[in-house]
């Protein structure tokens, strides 16, 4: 058993606004020396796209960009 916390932002793709506010945090984020990519983010197989990262308190976290009005296939 591990003490770690990892945590999941799922953002609706549908939502410019929302879609491009993200992708501007993820881009600050990859310039934050604070920071370890962990996962680039990128198109994924079930039609999101997914990055992975961790802080400097060492808490992992995931970036879901998905249509939130199409099925979850992990549903």
């Known amino acids: 058993m591990t003490n770690s ?7 609706d793709s549908d939502d410019a606004q929302k879609s491009a506010t993200a992708q501007a945090l993820y881009d600050r984020l990859m310039r934050e020396p604070t920071i370890k990519i962990d996962m680039p983010l990128a198109d994924q197989g079930w039609g999101a796209k997914l990055g992975m990262f961790t802080d400097k308190y060492q808490i992992q976290w995931m970036l879901q960009l998905r249509s939130w009005s199409q099925p979850n296939p992990g549903a």
Do not use: E, G, Q, V
């Open 5 to 11: 916390t990892r945590l999941l932002l799922d953002i």
